[in-house]
């Protein structure tokens, strides 16, 4: 199993930007999919966006196309997501996932099989 570790949250004006860290130990997570989905209060948590294992493939939902870059630097088995131009309505907590496979990047949590715990990003005038 590996150990998912998110950092980077925080309270943000409307408009900022915003930067998310997911550490990965206790296995080589350079050979899996990885991904970033979200949680508002009250709601189901939704996909953002995720990467294939080599850094060379990645998907985004629709809302954040344009404004949010995934990356991952495997020699750190880090996980990176750039978010800009953050709106009040990305409130949420955003949670790191290892995904089953090296390829399939998938929008659902059944993709996944390990999750960090979380990090608070609010976004607020």
């Known amino acids: 199993q590996v150990q998912l570790v998110e950092s980077g949250g925080g309270l943000v004006r409307p408009g900022d930007s915003l930067r998310l860290s997911c550490a990965a130990s206790g296995g080589a997570d350079s050979r899996y999919v990885m991904s970033w989905f979200r949680q508002a209060p009250g709601k189901e948590r939704t996909f953002v966006t995720g990467?294939?294992?080599?850094?060379?493939?990645?998907d985004y939902a629709d809302s954040v196309k344009g404004r949010f870059t995934i990356s991952r630097d495997n020699a750190k088995n880090t996980v990176y997501l750039q978010m800009n131009s953050l709106k009040p309505e990305e409130t949420a907590v955003y949670y790191c996932?290892?995904?089953?496979?090296?390829?399939?990047?998938?929008?659902?949590?059944?993709?996944?099989?390990?999750w960090g715990q979380g990090t608070q990003v609010t976004v607020s005038s």
């Open positions: 990467i294939n294992h080599s850094g060379t493939s990645s």
């Open positions: 996932a290892r995904g089953k496979g090296r390829q399939y990047i998938g929008s659902t949590i059944e993709t996944y099989v390990d």
